[in-house]
């Protein structure tokens, strides 16, 4: 059975600095973790200390993705042309390259995150609560060790909308935690 | 007053203009900068960015700025753009016609010893497709910066809005 556990950040309480911790979630054998609560910011950033998956052999569809929801986290959008994203890899074996997609039902943001494989990585996210505002994305991960590489890149929910919940998930069961933060203007 | 790891300092904004500065936002206090840029324009194009030292001087010339940038583009080839012993920072975050975000993080400016070191990451969209940007650059020359200037090319911003933090 999925395990999962949250735990809140001091929103409201004493300033103890403009990156402001919102919620941490862990999950173990989970398929998605989800923060409907965004707080007003923004500007969020995310980490992901470490995550990986129950997929072996290397599958593509064990790389992360991230979609956003406009209802409070009901339904995450999901058409085939929502998204685009694109990212550079760079690997130890001396190669580099470009993956990209202009048209995509998801951002997808990290190499293979195979079954004792972790990878981690942070996200700074863009106009999530602009409803005048594209959702932007930038982010960058740790290397993949088993792969040899690393990524960093963009993505864009290409319509101006406001967001009120986002999901992280993989085709495979996660293991891992996310951390999100809001970064205060004054 | 914060205290904690991420101090704001100050924030800048303008609409309908050809540049912006923020000034006295880099001090004794901090060695390491993070600066959002949010803007938006009527033509795609790089940022420009100068620094300006403690006499309120734009460095605009001399040959004192490298950088050098890779352009993620989801629709089409990646590209790069670079300079050595130039009069200004270029790409260190776009202007678009849908809107560009930037987090720029600047190391020792107020150091009168050392140079002034930036690298960043940005978002757009340009005529449609999706612009990432990663950039590096240094200011060499080892001044005290105290601030910013950020020019439009070809098209004044609809808007910019500028913060920027010391990290403790």
């Keep these: 059975m999925p395990l999962g556990a949250s735990r809140f950040g001091l929103l409201g309480g004493a300033d103890l600095g403009k990156l402001q911790l919102i919620e941490t979630k862990t999950g173990s054998g989970v398929s998605a973790i989800e923060f409907a609560n965004l707080g007003n910011y923004n500007v969020h950033f995310v980490t992901m200390p470490t995550m990986e998956t129950n997929s072996t052999g290397h599958p593509q569809a064990s790389k992360m993705q991230l979609r956003f929801s406009n209802d409070g986290g009901s339904t995450f959008e999901s058409g085939a042309s929502d998204y685009q994203w694109a990212n550079q890899y760079v690997a130890v074996g001396g190669g580099n390259g470009e993956s990209k997609d202009s048209a995509d039902s998801s951002i997808e943001w990290t190499p293979r995150c195979n079954n004792g494989e972790p990878t981690s990585a942070y996200m700074y996210l863009y106009n999530l609560k602009d409803s005048a505002k594209y959702s932007f994305t930038t982010s960058h991960t740790t290397i993949n060790v088993d792969q040899g590489e690393f990524f960093f890149g963009s993505g864009v929910y290409t319509t101006a909308e406001t967001i009120n919940a986002i999901r992280f998930y993989n085709d495979y069961s996660m293991t891992g935690s996310f951390s999100l933060y809001g970064i205060a203007e004054s | ?168």
């Design chain 2, 1 to 168: 007053m914060a205290v904690g790891n991420l101090e704001f300092i100050k924030s800048a904004s303008g609409t309908s203009v050809s540049s912006l500065q923020i000034t006295d936002c880099f001090n004794a206090n901090y060695d390491v900068y993070k600066v959002v840029i949010d803007n938006d324009n009527g033509s795609n194009n790089d940022l420009h960015i100068r620094v300006i030292n403690d006499s309120g001087t734009v460095i605009s010339s001399g040959s004192k700025y490298d950088y050098a940038n890779l352009e993620l583009n989801s629709g089409g080839s990646f590209g790069s753009n670079k300079n050595t012993g130039f009069n200004e920072f270029r790409g260190i975050g776009y202007q678009a016609t849908t809107g560009n975000v930037t987090i720029a993080y600047f190391y020792n400016p107020h150091n009168s010893s050392s140079y002034t070191f930036a690298m960043s990451q940005s978002s757009s969209v340009y005529t449609t497709q999706l612009r990432g940007g990663k950039s590096i650059g240094v200011y060499k020359n080892a001044d005290t910066i105290t601030g910013l200037e950020i020019n439009e090319v070809n098209s004044d911003f609809t808007y910019i809005n500028v913060s920027v933090y010391g990290v403790k």
